[in-house]
């Protein structure tokens, strides 16, 4: 157990919806990291926030925004869904500046129909 | 200078046999190497890391060799088993006062004969 925590583990739901993803960090860690993995591919990086403050952003879509709450959980919210958006989410969160490693949660399944 | 490189993509190893995974990158700044295996349906778990300062590391089974001025690092699975059958990443990341940026190869999918 990874002690990273996302909600909920599937979801389905028709195109042009919206979903909010949830992840609660390991306790004590400051940074919070967003991945999409589609079927048998690489993890291609979203966004990061370090405490409360966006500090990287990646391949993310217009259609996608994310925020760390002052509890330091992080949602991630994907609007006007499309068929193509269907994907593993993971969070993954880690400590802070220094060196350390990245800890994922089980991930959020999305099936968009 | 972003990415990292790894191969094979895919890899099938006899039962016993060393399986040897190879990672390249090419940003200097890079100042962690962490290994991850995953399994279907599962999140990456952290298997090894390194940082530059040593050329390999051991844990068990699994062993990172580093080769900095090369700007390369692979994973070596000793005495491989069914059970090591899954998805590796190599990864590189560089930190500064807000947290770390990570960057990820596109993984190898690792089978392990019986």
Known sequence: ?113 | QQQVKQSPQSLIVQKGGISIINCAYENTAFDYFPWYQQFPGKGPALLIAIRPDVSEKKEGRFTISFNKSAKQFSLHIMDSQPGDSATYFCAASRHDNYGQNFVFGPGTRLSVLP
Do not use: M
Request: glycine share 8%.
């Open chain 1, 1 to 113: 157990d990874s002690g990273v925590t996302q909600t909920p583990k599937h979801l389905i739901t028709a195109t042009g919806q919206r979903v909010t993803l949830r992840c609660s960090p390991r306790s004590g860690d400051l940074s919070v990291y967003w991945y999409q993995q589609s079927l048998d591919q690489g993890l291609q990086f979203l966004i990061q926030y370090y405490n409360g403050e966006e500090r990287a952003k990646g391949n993310i879509l217009e259609r996608f925004s994310a925020q760390q709450f002052p509890d330091l959980h992080s949602e991630l919210n994907l609007s006007s869904l499309e068929l193509g958006d269907s994907a593993l989410y993971f969070c993954a969160s880690s400590v802070g500046p220094e060196n350390s490693p990245l800890h994922f949660g089980n991930g959020t399944r999305l099936t968009v129909t």
